[in-house]
């Protein structure tokens, strides 16, 4: 069992920055890749970005947020972040983290029907 809390939501102007923290719980959290998904109203859970279980070897990242968000994790502190630059009004959503568990160190998946726990949610409102 793995409990996700996020942190770091609030409001910001367009252009501005925000780095969203999941702290996850358990001993057992270098065995989970890790991804960030976001849901604004009226519009399905889409996907954002994601980590490997072994940090820094692979990233994936949404078309809309790549150049922008970077996403990386420490599993000596089992977290994961996501630093959200230049941020757009389109960004605004409830962002969501989640731990899918692999055998593949180096293996991400972009379908949130593959991640098993999930955050939350913290609100990023981005106003123009």
């Known amino acids: 069992q793995v409990q996700l809390v996020e942190s770091g939501g609030g409001l910001v102007q367009a252009g501005g920055s925000l780095r969203l923290s999941c702290a996850a719980s358990g001993r057992t959290f270098s065995r989970y890749a890790m991804g960030w998904f976001r849901q604004a109203p009226g519009k399905e859970r889409e996907f954002v970005s994601a980590?490997?279980?072994?940090?820094?070897?692979?990233?994936y990242y949404a078309s809309s947020v790549k150049g922008r968000f970077t996403i990386s994790r420490d599993n000596a502190k089992n977290t994961v972040y996501l630093q959200m630059n230049s941020l757009k009004p389109e960004d605004t959503a409830v962002y969501y983290c989640?731990?899918?568990?692999?055998?593949?160190?180096?293996?991400?998946?972009?379908?949130?029907?593959?991640?098993?726990?999930w955050g939350q949610g913290t609100q990023v409102t981005v106003s123009s």
């Open positions: 989640a731990a899918d568990f692999q055998v593949y160190s180096d293996y991400v998946r972009p379908s949130s029907y593959d991640y098993e726990y």
């Open positions: 980590i490997s279980r072994s940090a820094g070897v692979t990233t």
